[in-house]
């Protein structure tokens, strides 16, 4: 009789960890996804259209248009290849390039497409103020 | 026939008079990164990386400038016929760097441009293994090329803005006078101008006194 009340005690216990462990796993994926969910958001955040660009970082330091085939160097790298050479070569896309200052330390350009007056954002580059490319 | 040394933050230089030769020489302390999807990096590969910057700076930037001496020194006027070589050295430490440089390594098919970069006041260089390829430029119908890894260490051998007050830095921004330079090695291309050693220009000339040193 004892034997069955230790191997029923010792199944319930074993049951219990099981039950724990899974939950912290599913805890660790959970925190896991938030994570991965969070960067995502920032990173789709700053590719901000001009008008809540200039509600978050106020009015920018530098703007530029600029057609798309004079864009190169390594600043200008997230914008190039968003495009084919085709494209690139075609001599008909303009960029509006807008740098604003991000915070203390960072400035931050934002690559605008131009198209019948419209403005879409396409890359931007977040650079720290002492960079040179 | 003497040898003078200047060790600076940023370079080690070196006059050696005998041979008529200059040799700037930077430490390189390297951080070894990964990009995602890509292996860790192994000692074989760290020593190719880094042979393929030395060779690639080394074979751009040197053998390039030929410098005259002037002055009322001894030195000077000892060497008024000599023509002197400038050379460039990156020497890989693992302490007592000039520069600290981060490397990432990406997958040799990867597209696109990785952003490179040096800040020079805190002596640091972010570079890839993109850096070492040849890009091509295509600009207005011409296409130029580069190799990354040269034009940035052009911004560590004094081409940077913030070297000292008038210096000049990359040469394809609007803000530059040499936008339409584009072979040059700080626009699109891979060409040396005299310019671009007027920061180690001005270094020589603290090195001897009434001894200065100017482009042949």
Same mark, same amino acid.
């Given at each position: ?63 530029? @248009? ?62 720290? @103020?002492?960079?040179?490319? | ?32 990164? *990964? ?12 020593? #190719? ?26 030195? !000077?006027?000892? *060497? ?13 430490? $693992? =302490? !007592? ?7 990432? #390594?990406?997958?040799? *098919? ?12 805190? #002596? ?38 913030? !070297? ?7 040469? =394809? ?13 700080? *626009? ?20 001897? $006194? ?5 482009? =042949?």
């Amino acid at each position: 009789m004892k034997i069955y009340l230790i191997l029923l005690l010792a199944s319930i216990f074993a049951c219990k960890e099981n039950s724990t462990k899974i939950n912290t796993s599913n805890k660790t994926i959970y925190k896991q996804k938030t994570a991965i969910q969070d960067s995502l958001k920032i990173k789709e955040n700053m590719l901000l259209k001009k008008n809540d660009a200039i509600k978050t970082f106020g009015n920018p330091i530098k703007q530029k @248009k600029i057609l798309l085939s004079d864009l190169y160097g390594e600043f200008s790298g997230n914008i190039y290849y968003k495009y084919s050479e085709q494209e690139r070569q075609s001599n008909s896309i303009y960029i509006e390039e807008i740098t604003w200052e991000k915070d203390s330390v960072n400035y931050i350009t934002i690559w605008y497409e131009i198209k019948k007056r419209e403005l879409t954002p396409k890359a931007y580059l977040i650079w720290d @103020k002492q960079s040179e490319f | 026939m003497g040898y003078y040394s200047k060790y600076i933050d940023r370079m080690d230089i070196h006059i050696e008079e005998g041979r008529g030769t200059i040799l700037i020489k930077q430490k390189w302390r390297y951080s070894w990164l *990964n990009s995602m999807n890509t292996s860790r990096w192994t000692y074989s590969e760290k020593q #190719k990386f880094h042979k393929e910057v030395d060779n690639l700076i080394w074979n751009s930037w040197g053998e390039h400038f030929f410098l005259k001496v002037r002055g009322s020194s001894d030195f !000077a006027k000892r *060497n008024t016929k000599k023509r002197w070589d400038v050379n460039f050295d990156i020497e890989w430490v $693992t =302490y !007592a760097e000039h520069w600290k440089v981060n490397v990432t #390594k990406y997958p040799s *098919n990867q597209v696109g441009i990785i952003t490179s970069s040096v800040k020079w006041n805190l #002596k640091e260089i972010t570079l890839d293994t993109l850096d070492t390829r040849k890009r091509k430029i295509p600009i207005g119908g011409n296409n130029y090329h580069q190799y990354p890894v040269a034009h940035e260490f052009g911004h560590a051998a004094g081409n940077s803005i913030f !070297a000292t007050r008038g210096m000049h830095g990359d040469e =394809y921004r609007s803000s530059s006078p040499y936008i339409r330079d584009r072979n040059s090695i700080m *626009n699109a291309g891979m060409e040396l101008r005299d310019r671009h050693l007027d920061y180690l220009i001005r270094q020589l000339n603290t090195m001897i $006194t009434n001894s200065s040193f100017s482009i =042949y």
